[in-house]
T-cell receptor
Framework: GALVYQYPRRTICKSGTSMRMECQAV??????VAWYRQSPQKTFELIAL?????????EQNFTQEKFPISHPNLSFSSMTVLNAYLEDRGLYLC?????????FGPGTRLLVL | GQQVQQSPTSLVLQEGENAELQCNFS?????MQWFYQRPGGSLISVFY???GTKQSGRLTSTTVIKERRSSLHISSSQITDSGTYLC???????????FGRGTRLQVYA
């Protein structure tokens, strides 16, 4: 079956430091990978969408300078939160798509101190 | 404005009662999904239902594209149904979902 792994599941970082999270698709090839963030008491916001053979598209309020994404192949993507501050805390979800179906990982929960 | 609106925001039911969750969207869509978010945060896809009615056990989803709405019906609710239910739509871009704010369901004994 199709599975999406995310690592780490939970992490704590000091304010001003950076944190890298990974997303791995298993059992299928992801033609696109979307990164979402759920801030406390809020719904999921799309950060960026990375599609094979296309440039990574960031949503308003999110930039490559703050959330650089690497998508080297059809099964792996990583995103870094640079200079993390309190407003960056939340659950970061990776959604990997294959044939109109999106599979989600369990998320990386980021706590910023 | 917000593209996906869910109602109610929260719902408290006694075990055995039925739940009706609504999702309204302000744009045409390619697909829509209902998700259940576990207390730990992870998402489980409940229905992929771009149109029509689908049923799985005690859950039924009905999407009426013309009216830009979808509903999730939970019959004979159980305590384990408690959690947050999110609807999400995909417009033109494959892999890009827009989420509603969710309905928090609490079922008590």
């Amino acid at each position: 079956g199709a599975l999406v792994y995310q690592y780490p599941r939970r992490t704590i970082c000091k304010s001003g430091t950076s944190m890298r999270m990974e997303c791995q698709a298993v059992g299928f090839q992801a033609t696109s990978v979307a990164w979402y963030r759920q801030s406390p008491q809020k719904t999921f916001e799309l950060i960026a969408l990375s599609t094979v053979n296309s440039a990574i598209k960031y949503e308003q309020n999110f930039t490559q300078e703050k959330f650089p994404i690497s998508h080297p192949n059809l099964s792996f993507s990583s995103m870094t939160v640079l200079n993390a501050y309190l407003e960056d805390r939340g659950l970061y979800l990776c959604g990997a798509s294959h044939q109109d179906t999106q599979y989600f990982g369990p998320g990386t929960r980021l706590l910023v101190l | 404005g917000q593209q996906v609106q869910q109602s109610p925001t929260s719902l408290v039911l006694q075990e055995g009662e039925n739940a009706e969750l609504q999702c309204n969207f302000s744009t045409s869509l390619n697909s829509m999904q209902w998700f259940y978010q576990r207390p730990g945060g992870s998402l489980i896809s409940v229905f992929y239902n771009p149109s029509g009615t689908k049923q799985s056990g005690r859950l039924t989803s009905t999407t009426v594209i013309k009216e830009r709405r979808s509903s999730l019906h939970i019959s004979s609710s159980q305590i384990t149904d408690s959690g947050t239910y999110l609807c999400a739509i995909s417009t033109q871009v494959v892999g890009q979902l827009t989420f509603g704010r969710g309905t928090r369901l609490q079922v008590y004994a």
